[in-house]
């Protein structure tokens, strides 16, 4: 029996165990002829790309736009003057593509996926459909959890692409609101010419790997609710804050790991 | 041909070991009064569960040595029912029939939308076609079940307690669908603790009583007093 201080630090370890099982199982199940070949399961993705992605656009494109512009907002009147102009949005470029974009794309899907998925899932197993689906040879995890991965792995990264487009669009009309510049096709160039690869592939790897998180914890936390529809909301609960302290401390990992 | 076979099959420890085979063709009641063992021996056939010793063999495999995508392919030729229906929620009767048979390749038309019809059909259905599951009551989930259970054609039906959630009608469609699918090809093997119902559509009966085998032969042979004996004994 292990003392108490160390059950935390085991019960997180198995955790991260077991999210990575449930990974390896999605990218295995992707493969064969009952993986994202088969017509049913692409109709599954597809429809799960559909409700993380393209349902969440509006969302993102108001907070990319709000927070963009704030950003610009703040840093022009701390750092006021034509000679910290370069400073001001290479520091906003960077701000938003590396940090903000992945990490609220991934609020986003914390917020309206997860919670759907555990539910549902959980809501499945509960009903038995679970183990009907897999008596009768439809595998579980192609046609319940490969979708779930699709949806939210390509979810947070077009999410985070398109946060980062409306952000930039906020930050240019914040630049010219606030005098950073005058010209508004100027701030644009000004804004692009600051935007590394670098940038770009630090984005796409962090929106990448918060979906891959996000997809097993949900996934894992529905599948393994007993049998029982009041265990649900605490499931539900407990992966919430586990993919919100997940993708913090991820983030601050692949920022540290990442050039 | 044997179809199903258990082999020293303990479900627990303290259990003891049961052998049974079904051959192809066969139309097999279970009759548990222990309602938790007849749903779990189901399920260890289905290879959702294992059991605790002894092998299960599905058309002479051992189903638990198999790999996933071999298991699936088996898995093609069975038809199986869970005591809770266990059908999607949120697709209509016609996407829950269609989608074991899309995922298994069935997807040509006019084959498709026929057997869907048939089966739908088979059970009274059809005015619920384009109903979401998940709105209906429970009685026309489970005769939705069998439905999308039978589309497949399967060579060996699995059912947990086949009259649990049905309505008279229901029953008596179920049982009445149960007793021709040898007819159509399909070895039957239903659990449940309601004798009166599995003397509607099997040829053999099975009674168990503490996980022991009491009676295995023809429906007409089994003698009334020891099922009503088994059947309301604590």
Known sequence: MPSSPLRPVLAVGRGIWASVLMTAMALHGMT???????????????????????????????LGVLTGGSLLTSLGIFFPGAQNQSAVTRAAVHILSREAAPIIAALVLIVRSCPAIVVELGYMRTRGEIDAMSALGVDPVRLVVVPRFVGLVGGAFGLTAMFLAAAQAGGIAAAVLVGIETDPR????????????????????????FGLVL???????????????????????RT???????CVLLSALLSYVLP | MTVLALRSVQLEAELPPVDLEVEAGESVG??????????????????????????????????????????????????????????VANLDFAANVALPLRYHGVRKEPELSQRIERALDDLGLLPWTTVRAGQTLPALQKRLAYARAVALEPRLLLSEDPSSLLDPQGRSKVARLL??????????????????????????IL???GGR??????????PPLLARTLHFAP
Request: charged residues 20%; proline residues 5%; negative net charge.
């Open chain 1, 32 to 62: 064969g002829r009952y993986g994202v070949v088969n017509p049913v399961v692409r109709e599954h993705s597809a429809r799960q790309l559909v409700f993380s992605g393209a349902h969440a656009v509006p969302l993102v494109l108001f």
């Open chain 1, 186 to 209: 100027a701030a644009a160039w000004s804004f692009l010419a600051h935007l590394d690869v670098t940038d770009l592939l630090s984005a796409g790897i962090k929106a990448i790997a």
């Open chain 1, 215 to 237: 997809a097993s914890l949900s996934c894992r936390a529905g599948l393994s609710v007993p049998r029982d529809l009041t265990r649900i909301p605490p499931a539900v609960t």
């Open chain 1, 240 to 246: 919430l804050v586990a993919a919100l302290v997940s």
């Open chain 2, 30 to 87: 279970l009759v548990c009064p222990d309602q938790e063992f007849g749903t779990r021996l189901v399920r260890v056939l289905a290879g959702l569960d294992r059991p605790f010793s002894g092998t299960v063999e599905v058309f002479g495999v051992d189903i638990s040595t198999l790999e996933r995508d071999a298991r699936c392919a088996l898995r093609t030729d069975f038809g199986y029912v869970p005591a809770e229906a266990g059908v």
């Open chain 2, 179 to 204: 007793k021709t699918l040898p007819e159509r090809g399909t070895t039957c093997l239903a659990a449940d603790d309601d004798i009166d119902f599995i003397r509607m559509f099997a040829q053999r």
């Open chain 2, 207 to 209: 009674l168990f009583f």
């Open chain 2, 213 to 222: 085998i009491f009676y295995d032969g023809p429906v007409d042979n089994m």
